[in-house]
């Protein structure tokens, strides 16, 4: 029977079966023995702490004990509160009688049987299933005073034990899992390589599979000789299967050809022999061709390509056939059904089959993408605008030549620079938060600026245009800045002011009036015009009186009426000296015509305070209504102006008069 049931295990039960018996009796005898010699040495250390403490209150109950002291010795013995394991303590006098106690009343205990106490009084301590008795003598000048008898639970001590119990059951628990490492990697070296061997041979017979067994070690040992043969047997049935090798080797060149073939099947590919004839197009060369990659077949590739200087093609095209330079993305422009085209070519030998592969993609619109981008550049750098381009942290990105010369700076010194180190005189804080608020509402700016260029020393006025650039992708942007120098449009604006405005009192002159009713005068009018001619009472007097300075002080304060006493649209000049012309465009009729001249009079007639003088001086006014379809010219008008001028002067002055009413001889 037992060896028929030895027999009935498995190898692996035969190897791991002794070893976890004996791993797990020895572990057990040894855990046990370790177990009782640390639960003895935690049962002294008890004892010796207890006994400790024992010591130190009994010294502090000797005075208590001396003067019978209960209260004071109830108050000491209370400071056994602090170890909680204490159950009890009585001090017994000499003559046997309790002098104080303490009880913790979260305890309970039992009295010591009476073998318990005989044991207690010999050795001063002995040890129940529940607790542990003691017997502490107090001494004072080596005389027994009395004794404290304790009470100690042994709860703590319990816990302990069942905590040692736990660790061991783990422990036990961790040996048997390695027991376990050790009986795997056992199989590992003894029963893996039988099973091995076993599976290769099964899978030769069952699956026609002729893999080698390997050796997990260099041993020489039987197992490893049976491996051996075993690999001996494979190695011939392997030889078998040279000629489905040498086949497979035969695909996989034939596949490197595809690969080949296929590495550019993005593009057009057409595969030409010695003498530049098709002999292999693919499916996209249709859309390239507009023809089917059959009907490709046997055409030279020249004629496919249809090249603009067949010259030059035939030429590298025979260097690419012979192997001698290959085209290498090379650019040709061609002829197709669309018109021109521009073809980006790449060849490749394959000398196996002594053919070249091409490989075409149309780059029309890229390339002329690319020179649209070099027009532009060319642009940005010959613009005569000087053009500043920022990155959205305001950090100087590109730069042209203009903005160079404006500046003063070679471009490589303002790359990559924050802008105000390079237009710090520029930077004006109220211009620039205007700038920014634009730029984020609008994402566009303009205005003028002064720039101070510190090389030259000169402050040039220029007019910029700002817009911000921003990328619909990334949401990136970037901030453009035109900027352009109109020093000499203010110059010419200068000039036009100065020869168009009186130098004296900066209102428009002759040539101004002149050119205003010019324009006035010669276009359609749907509306009514009046020309009041004003001229100062009193002028001579006062030139005469107090001085040409004195004259012209009164001559600016004379035009400033005169602007405060016209509407908006209206315009007054100074033709000379005191005279005057308004011109009131347009009026509906003669009303505001003879308002606004009796608020000039009014104006004017006021005195006039210089210096320590009070100046008087008055106006008087003719003014001539130009119908809408009246096309007198301007001299006729300014003459029958003035004509209704000196009327209004022969009618005592400071009043104001129209030309149509004076006689019309006296216009003539």
Same mark, same amino acid.
């Given at each position: 029977m037992r060896n028929n049931w030895m027999n009935s295990l498995s190898l692996n039960q035969r190897l791991y079966l002794p070893l976890v018996f004996f791993v797990v009796i020895l572990f057990i005898v040894f855990q046990t023995l370790s177990s009782y010699k640390y639960i003895e040495s935690e049962k002294q250390n008890l004892v010796n702490r207890i006994t400790i403490l024992s010591t130190g209150i009994g010294?502090? +109950? #000797?005075?208590? $004990?001396?003067?019978?002291? &209960?209260? #004071?010795?109830?108050?000491?013995?209370?400071?056994? !509160?602090?170890?909680? %394991?204490l159950v009890s303590v009585s001090v017994f006098t000499a003559a046997d009688t309790i002098f104080a106690d303490f009880n913790n009343t979260d305890k309970l205990h039992s009295s010591a049987n009476n073998a318990e106490e005989l044991t207690l009084k010999k050795q001063g301590h002995v040890f129940s299933k529940q607790h542990l008795y003691m017997l502490v003598p107090i001494y004072m000048d080596e005389t027994e005073l009395a004794k404290m008898k304790i009470v100690v639970s042994l709860d703590g001590l319990h816990a302990l034990q069942w905590s040692q119990l736990k660790i061991s059951f783990y422990l036990l628990v961790i040996l048997i899992l390695l027991s376990c490492f050790v009986?795997? /990697?056992? /199989? *590992?070296? %003894? $029963?893996s390589p039988i099973r091995q061997l076993n599976d290769a041979m099964i899978n030769v017979i069952h699956f026609n599979q002729t893999e %080698?067994?390997?050796?997990q070690t260099n041993s020489k040992d039987e197992f490893s000789k049976l491996i051996n043969y075993f690999n001996t047997m494979i190695i011939k049935l392997n030889q078998r299967e040279s000629k489905i090798k040498h086949t497979i080797v035969q695909l996989e060149?034939?596949?490197?050809?595809?690969?080949? &073939?296929?590495? #550019? &099947?993005?593009?057009?590919?057409? &595969?030409?022999?010695?003498?530049? *004839?098709?002999?292999?197009?693919?499916? !996209? !060369?249709?859309? +390239?061709?507009?023809?089917?990659?059959?009907?490709?077949? !046997?055409? *030279? =590739?020249?004629?496919v390509i249809n090249p603009s200087d067949p010259q030059i093609f035939q030429q590298s095209l025979q260097n690419a056939l012979l192997g001698k330079k290959q085209f290498s993305h090379d650019l040709i422009k061609a002829v197709n059904a669309n018109g021109t085209a521009i073809y980006q070519l790449v060849s490749h030998p394959l000398s196996h089959k002594h053919q070249t592969l091409f490989a075409l993609e149309d780059v029309t619109e890229k390339s002329l993408a690319e020179q649209q981008q070099h027009l532009a550049a060319k642009i940005f750098e010959n613009s005569r605008e000087a053009i500043l381009l920022l990155n959205c942290h305001g950090h100087i990105e590109m730069v042209n030549r203009a903005f160079c010369h404006l500046i003063g700076q070679k471009s490589s010194k303002m790359i990559g620079k924050y802008y105000r180190s390079v237009l710090t005189d520029t930077d004006n804080l109220p211009m620039k938060k205007d700038i920014l608020m634009a730029l984020a509402l609008d994402q566009q700016w303009q205005g003028e600026c002064l720039f101070y260029n510190r090389n030259k020393k000169i402050t040039t006025p220029l007019h910029l245009k700002i817009n911000k650039i921003i990328d619909s992708e990334t949401n990136d942007s970037q901030i453009v800045v035109l900027a352009s120098d109109i020093s000499s449009a203010k110059e010419a604006k200068r000039l036009a002011y100065i020869a168009q405005h009186d130098a004296l009192t900066h209102l428009p002159n002759r040539e101004f009036l002149h050119h205003y009713l010019v324009e006035k005068l010669t276009l359609p009018r749907t509306y009514v015009m009046a020309v009041l001619f004003i001229d100062l009472d009193g002028f001579k007097f006062v030139n005469d009186s107090y001085g040409h300075e004195i004259g012209d002080h009164v001559l600016q304060i004379v035009a400033k009426k005169l602007m405060k006493s =016209? /509407?908006?649209n209206d315009i007054v000049t100074r033709l000379a000296g005191d005279e005057f012309v308004a011109v009131l465009n347009p009026?509906?009729? /003669?009303?505001?015509i003879i308002n606004i001249g009796e608020r000039i009079i009014d104006s004017i007639s006021q005195p006039i305070h210089i210096k320590e003088h009070i100046i008087h001086v008055g106006a008087s006014i003719g003014y001539y209504y130009i119908e809408s379809e009246d096309i007198s010219g301007i001299d006729n008008v300014l003459h029958c102006a003035d004509m209704a001028m000196y009327q209004s002067k022969m009618q005592g002055k400071g009043c104001i008069t129209e030309f149509n009413q004076v006689e019309e001889v006296e216009c003539m």
């Open positions: 010294a502090n +109950l #000797t005075a208590a $004990i001396q003067f019978d002291d &209960v209260i #004071t010795g109830q108050e000491i013995l209370s400071a056994f !509160s602090a170890d909680p %394991m009986i795997h /990697r056992l /199989r *590992h070296w %003894m $029963i %080698m067994v390997q050796q060149y034939e596949k490197a050809f595809a690969d080949d &073939v296929i590495s #550019t &099947v993005q593009h057009a590919l057409l &595969v030409v022999d010695h003498a530049g *004839h098709i002999i292999l197009a693919n499916d !996209s !060369s249709s859309k +390239l061709f507009h023809d089917s990659p059959q009907a490709l077949l !046997s055409k *030279h =590739i020249c004629d =016209i /509407r908006q009026v509906k009729n /003669r009303e505001p």
